[in-house]
């Protein structure tokens, strides 16, 4: 159905008959862009890498306290622990002040509550003393471990000049990168449309409706206030990456890869504001773990195999992934707010989970996307409990299952025989590896130009391989962006920690970030036989639905860490229109 | 949450890991890429067949050798002659001849490199002109007559190899079915001149008479007396027949083994081995970037004193790879040091000039009046041993050699040397294996090359 639309006989004809009068301008065209290309990417990215990555910004403030020999103390999080320790948020450096003595936390409607740790000295409010948790008004006295300290709200004139301060530090505009953007997108459009007429139709032409897609999302944004699109612009330059490989290795999915590309979009921003409210957050955490483990059981189930791993549902034209989404709700689940830090019942909870999780992914043998789960699970409880030993025994016992089951059903590993030996076995285990390294030399460092490769031909070319084929169509300095690209979305989810209003987006972020990172990993590196070959995606390049929702669905996690002033939709409005009491 | 932004350095880690293999895999990539790209699956560089699909290689004077036609298939220009004489530094279509130009130069022929790529490789590659004369090639190839070997010549002061085959060899365009299997073509993906080594026999005398004429002062005014068999040592070192009273100059026109045995030990093991190093026959050549293979010896402690001397005369355990002893002939010729050899004369890119192709020369390989004195008395050996008749109105300095393979064998057949000849300062190697006497049967081949040669320059 779709074919005969993209490939309208008369129309085709007549251009094959102005490209063939015109094979030397072509092959110029080619010559050229694929210089084009790389300067425009490096303008693209460099602007945007550079928002994510500016290292002074003032954080948001909520009030103060005031101490009694005079001076302050700004509560710069919705959640702070007040105590003795040098990692306390509020520190209070006196001998009566337990290392961590209280929480003191804003709630989304802007009320304030202080929760005692079960400290020695003891909190009190107005004089009366803490039983668990009280509530906290803006003029109330807090002590403290005998400390009397006074909870008020910014002054007018400091709260205006914090918010000028932390404007200038805003988002940087991304105007320019979205209009090279475009432009690039338009080039490769023709460079993939001349390229091959016979085989691509005017699929090509899909490409400038992912502009269009670009830019209703970023004007409906921008008009709704928003005005940090830095995640964006790399998401959509990898995702115009990904229309172009999918393009060049199977032209007619690249529709069902822009529809997924949409759908992501939608999934992104209804989790995003969703994400606005933490409560909310608190209470689907149960729901969200039932997702996850239904929707891998579900693939036990029903799943079909596809290259080795039987991690497919297919519903009649339609298949997915559901593991790929699985992912999200798994961060869902996994990252808890600070109340729940200091109960220990809650990390085992998890455990369990994500021993579910894996268990179903060893079913279907998809080693690749349990690494991927294994890793996220050691980066959510890492920051949950901090707790270095349990961790490294968990380690410990991964390694020793995996050496159990190497002794015990050593086929399972068997297709990964040849991992660092991939030359040795071009023909047999390591096929797939030698001519993703031999077409990632032979385009150098500005590539053969966009569809102009034969590594798409090979099997899996356009998920596991993809990084083979950006380094032959596209050169080496735009795969390496694209690596780079991930990179920075994971220290801008590292460096947000510090910027974080509460504990639950912050670990999201995290493990957004670094399940971002670990799959980029097993990605490049499998290709290029520096890790086995497990056959995961590069997020938001490699061709495939599910993996194309996901990885936009996971970029609210992002958005929901981004509190710089007016940058993100995921966030409460911050200072500009604060709702609730704090400043009432 | 400092708690968390303190706990997020495992985050960091993670990325540290990302940018560790990123890096790695950049460095992996500069340093093997262009391996990876010359694998024959590259359909940037290679056809279907795993053929190399464009460049064509020309000899020095401008005669195709191989090119691709229309269709880009890759084809072999002249006669089966032709063809055959020159498959060793044209290389086979398949790359099992891995020192061929098609694979040794495969990408100067296609103008791949890591920074460009492989783009515009299949526009028909670029130009690259050998320095050997394909002429000459024939010439050497039929003058081998079907025998195994290797035949060399070239320029000890530009270093253009003008002429290199090796045999056995198959016509490119004809592969025989039996390649693989019939005994005929055993080793005939090998250069032999290139990377093999075989027993030198007397041509290393060479370079047991530069050692003695440096360490023993009253060398030339000693004589010998030749019974056909000297006892050395435990055992007897044995000539073909008895050369009576002689000099050094009769005993290496006569090839002596008595004479040059007696010599080796006297030198002893230590200082012969510092002479072969030195004469460059244990190390190897780079010839535009085709590493050539290492000679060897054993010469010793724990050798007797008999396997001493006859290691002096090139037997024992010596191994000489022929590119190897060639270069020491042009470092006599031209007075210790020579030209190292090169094959490429230019390479052209479509409409670009080529880049010009610099003389290296080798270091020191004897004492320059040394080379003088055994120039003369190899030039000698010629006037009296092999006869002027053979070589008319050529200044040539040579040596045989007879190397003893084995009992059931009949030897190896060693003829090399120079001309000191201002036009044509060539110096050359002949190697026919199991051809018996050196002087007849390999200085029969070096005559016909030479006379070709020198046809060339007129």
């Known amino acids: ?584 | 949450m400092k708690k968390l932004e303190r706990r997020a350095l495992l985050c960091l880690v993670l990325a540290g890991c990302l940018l560790a293999g990123l890096v790695l895999f950049v460095g992996l990539w500069a340093v093997r890429g262009e391996h990876w790209a010359s694998s024959a699956f590259n359909r940037h560089l290679y056809n279907k067949q795993g053929i190399l699909m464009s460049g064509t290689v020309l000899d020095r004077n401008g005669e195709i050798l191989t090119t691709v036609d229309e269709d880009g298939n890759r084809v072999y220009v002249g006669d089966k002659a032709r063809r055959t004489s020159t498959l060793h530094v044209v290389g086979d279509p398949y790359g099992n001849i891995s020192t061929g130009a098609l694979s040794a130069f495969a990408q100067k022929l296609t103008g791949y490199n890591l920074i460009f790529g492989a783009f515009g490789a299949e526009q028909g590659g670029n130009n690259l002109y050998l320095t050997i004369d394909a002429h000459l090639n024939e010439v050497a190839y039929q003058a081998l007559g079907g025998k195994k070997g290797t035949v060399a010549v070239y320029n000890y002061k530009t270093g253009e190899i003008l002429c290199l085959v090796s045999a056995p060899a198959y016509d490119p365009m004809n592969i025989p079915s039996d390649l693989e299997e019939n005994e005929k073509y055993e080793g005939a993906y090998l250069n032999r001149f290139l990377s093999s080594t075989f027993t030198p026999g007397s041509v290393f005398k060479t370079v047991t008479l530069a050692a003695a004429l440096e360490e023993i002062p009253d060398l030339e005014s000693r004589t010998w007396t030749c019974e056909g068999s000297t006892q050395i040592g435990e055992g007897v070192v044995t000539c073909i027949s008895a050369h009576g009273e002689q000099d050094i100059r009769e005993a290496l026109a006569n090839s002596c083994n008595g004479v040059f045995g007696q010599l080796a030990v006297e030198l002893g093991g230590d200082t012969l081995e510092r002479y072969a190093e030195k004469a460059g026959l244990t190390s190897s050549y780079s010839i535009n970037g085709i590493s050539t293979a290492k000679g060897s010896f054993s010469f010793g402690d724990d050798v007797s004193t008999t396997d001493l001397a006859w290691a002096g005369v090139g037997q024992y355990h010596d191994s000489v790879n022929p590119c190897a002893l060639m270069i020491y002939m042009g470092a006599i010729a031209n007075g210790g040091k020579a030209a190292v050899p090169c094959l490429i004369q230019k390479v052209e890119s479509q409409g670009l000039p080529s880049l010009p192709q610099f003389t290296r020369k080798t270091k020191t390989l004897i004492s320059s009046d040394t080379a003088e004195t055994v120039a003369e008395m190899m030039m000698n050996n010629v006037q009296t041993a092999y006869g002027t008749k053979r070589f008319p109105n050529m200044e040539l300095g040579a040596k045989s050699g007879t190397a003893e393979v084995g009992p059931e064998e009949k030897p190896h057949a060693w003829f090399t040397g120079f001309l000191k000849n201002e036009e044509a300062p060539y110096a050359f190697v002949v190697l026919v294996e199991n051809g018996g006497s050196g002087a007849d049967v390999a200085g029969t081949v070096a005559s016909k090359v030479l006379k070709a040669a020198l046809e060339q320059v007129g």
Request: net charge positive; with cysteine.
């Open chain 1, 1 to 584: 159905m779709l074919d005969s639309l993209f490939f309208p006989q008369p129309l085709l004809a007549a251009l094959e008959e102005v490209l063939e009068q015109n094979q030397t301008a072509l092959w110029w065209y080619t010559a050229l862009v694929r210089f084009v290309f790389p300067i425009l990417a490096l303008l693209i990215l460099l602007r945007a890498f550079r928002g994510l990555l500016r290292l002074r910004r003032t954080p948001e403030c909520w009030g103060q306290l005031a101490l009694p020999g005079g001076g302050s103390i700004p509560i710069c999080h919705w959640e702070n622990i007040l105590g003795r320790a040098p990692l306390a948020d509020i520190r209070l450096d006196f001998p009566t002040v337990s290392r961590q003595h209280a929480v003191l936390v804003r709630e989304e409607s802007g009320a304030w509550k202080v929760t005692d740790l079960g400290s020695k000295g003891g909190t009190l409010v107005n004089g009366a003393a803490v039983e668990g948790s009280a509530p906290l008004q803006m003029g109330d006295t807090l002590s403290v471990g005998g400390i009397e300290l006074l909870f008020l709200p910014l002054s007018q004139e400091e709260e205006k000049k914090l918010l000028s301060r932390r404007r200038s530090e805003g988002p940087v505009s991304m105007w320019p990168s979205l209009l090279l953007l475009t432009l690039f997108q338009i080039l490769a459009a023709v460079q993939l449309l001349i390229g091959n007429l016979e085989e691509r139709g005017l699929y090509p032409l899909v490409m400038l409706a992912l502009t269009a897609v670009m830019w209703l999302y970023v004007l409906i944004m921008r008009g709704l206030g928003s005005r940090g699109f830095e995640l964006e612009t790399i998401a959509f330059f990898l995702s115009t990456l990904s229309l172009a490989v999918t393009l060049s290795s199977a032209p007619a999915s690249v529709v069902k890869q822009l529809v997924a590309l949409v759908l992501g979009l939608i999934f992104l921003v209804v989790l995003g504001i969703w994400l606005r409210d933490t409560a909310r957050i608190q209470k689907l955490r149960w729901l969200m773990a039932g997702l996850a483990i239904g929707l891998l059981l579900a693939t036990v189930v029903l799943g079909q195999t596809k290259y080795g791993a039987s991690n497919w549902i297919i519903l009649g034209p339609f298949s997915f992934q559901p593991s790929e989404i699985a992912k999200i709700f798994y961060i869902f689940a996994g990252a808890a707010g600070l109340e729940r830090l200091f109960r220990r019942r809650n990390l085992w909870l998890f455990m369990v989970m994500t021993g579910a999780c894996l268990l179903c992914l060893a079913k279907m043998s998809d080693f690749g996307t349990a690494s991927i789960f294994f890793a996220t699970f050691l980066v959510i409880a890492y920051l949950r409990s901090g707790d270095f030993a349990t961790l490294s025994l968990i380690c410990g016992g991964a390694v020793f299952a995996g050496v159990l089951i190497l002794q015990f059903k050593p086929y399972i590993f068997r297709r990964f025989a040849s991992w660092g030996h991939a030359w040795e076995a071009a023909s047999s285990t390591g096929y797939q590896q030698t001519r993703a390294m031999s077409a990632a030399a032979s385009g150098g460092l500005v590539g053969m130009g966009p569809g102009e490769g034969w590594l798409k031909n090979i099997a899996a070319a356009d998920t596991d391989l993809v990084f083979g084929v950006l380094c032959e169509e596209w050169g080496l300095i735009i795969a390496l962006l694209a690596v780079l690209s991930i990179l920075v979305l994971a220290l801008f989810a590292t460096w947000a920690c510090r910027m974080g209003r509460c504990a639950f987006p912050t670990i999201a972020a995290c493990a957004a970030g670094s399940l971002f990172v670990v799959q980029t990993m097993l990605n490049v590196f499998g290709a290029m036989d520096l890790l086995p070959l497990t056959g995961v995606t590069f997020p938001f390049v490699s061709n495939g639905g599910s993996a194309m929702i996901a990885s936009w669905g996971l970029l609210a996690f992002l958005k929901a860490a981004d509190t710089r002033e007016r940058a993100s939709f995921a966030i409460e409005g911050g200072l500009r229109k604060g709702k609730g009491g704090a400043r009432t």
